[in-house]
């Protein structure tokens, strides 16, 4: 059986054209998935008995099961964790902003990465996910709450770019105005730097706004942070992110995350200034959020204030990251990984 979700339009207009079907049913068809959001094909009532039937035979449409619900005392963040049929779960995350709503999407189960601050590397990763696991996490937080989703960022658990064909799929259907129909200046992807994948994106042409996941003034303070700095020089990551600034004439989001002790101080704010003079980008520094997963700590207040001012004097644009829904599991993979270890406790 085929996942009728991951088919792009053309994929399943073919389909449909070898068995017979006139050229309207694809639309139709969509239409019903994408539009309609029907759970079944007995629901796609403008088809014949026939075709609603060897579309059963063939296909199934698939349905995340939302297995645990957190809302935000103030209602503004909400996170769900979606199991598949195969016994991994994904967090989602939604943040109701006054422009509209974003949500953040997991584009793998587990991450192989490795950064030390991460919780959804702990146990490695399980797999990709598939192009219809990506779109559901869209399809079904909007049907849970109620909203329209506008801006997509894909910053959950996994290294979009280590899933690289299925993500660059999910964004030609994101962005197709027969199924969810986004505008691609609404989806941003944060990568932790593979440098040839984000030469790769930038040749396809997408126009995708960019994040990177720097963390480090320096190569030596990244690979302390960040095992992939073993493998990509700072300086080729940020040629890379320069040639993608420019050739999206937008600024790259530098992320930065805050570790007291380790990347905080005045010194290393004057030397990230210099690291990235001359590129267009905007550093978004995020404090550490505490888990006991990991040793470090985020800096004081003050220590945070006084880095953005160490930046700000160099000139470099910047902003301390608003924290959303801290009164929720606020650090990115911790429901997931909680999830994980009660069924585990469970299974023994
Ligand atoms: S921060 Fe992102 S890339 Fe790094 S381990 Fe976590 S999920 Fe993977």
Redesign the pocket.
């Known amino acids: 059986m085929t996942d009728i979700k991951s088919l792009t339009f053309d994929a399943l207009a073919e389909i449909l054209a070898a068995e017979g079907c006139e050229s309207y049913r694809t639309a139709q068809v969509f239409r019903w998935l994408y539009k309609d959001r029907v759970a079944d094909f007995s629901e796609m009532t403008n088809l014949s008995a026939k075709l609603r039937e060897r579309l059963a035979d063939r296909f199934f449409i698939s349905r995340p099961e939302i297995l645990r619900s957190q809302v935000s005392s103030d209602g503004e963040t909400a996170k769900l964790l979606y199991g598949f049929a195969d016994g991994n779960a994904v967090e989602t995350v939604l943040m109701k902003y006054k422009h509209g709503s974003t949500v953040c999407i997991s584009t ?1 189960a587990g ?5 030390r ?5 702990k146990r490695g990763l399980k797999r990709n996910l598939t192009v219809s696991e990506m779109l559901d996490q869209i399809i079904f937080t909007e049907r849970q709450f109620c909203v329209k989703i506008s801006n997509v960022v894909l ?5 979009p770019l ?1 899933n690289f064909d299925n993500v660059t799929a999910f964004i030609a259907m994101a962005t197709d105005e027969r199924c969810l129909g986004l505008s691609v200046r609404g989806i941003s992807l ?3 730097g593979l440098v040839e994948r984000i030469r790769q994106l930038r040749e396809m042409r997408l126009g995708l706004t960019l994040s990177v ?1 720097l963390h480090a003034p320096n190569d030596e303070i990244r690979r302390r942070i ?1 095992p ?1 700095a073993a493998k990509y020089k700072m300086s080729d990551l940020l040629a890379e992110v320069k040639e993608y600034a420019d050739y999206t004439k937008r600024r790259v989001a530098i992320e930065y995350t805050l570790i007291k002790g380790i990347n905080d101080s005045d010194e290393n704010a004057r030397e990230l200034a210099s690291k990235l003079r001359g590129i267009m980008a905007h550093v978004n520094l995020i404090p550490l959020n505490p888990s006991k997963e990991c040793e470090w700590e985020r800096p004081s207040p003050a220590r945070m204030r006084a880095f953005l001012n160490a930046l700000e004097r160099e000139h470099i644009s910047a902003t301390v990251r608003r924290e959303l829904g801290t009164d929720i599991d606020a650090a ?2 911790q429901l997931r990984l909680r999830y994980d270890n009660e069924k585990e406790r469970a299974d023994a």
């Open positions: 793998q991450c192989r990465m490795g950064c601050f991460c919780a959804s590397t910053m959950g658990t996994g290294e280590d944060s990568t932790c996941s960040m992939v990115c993979g």
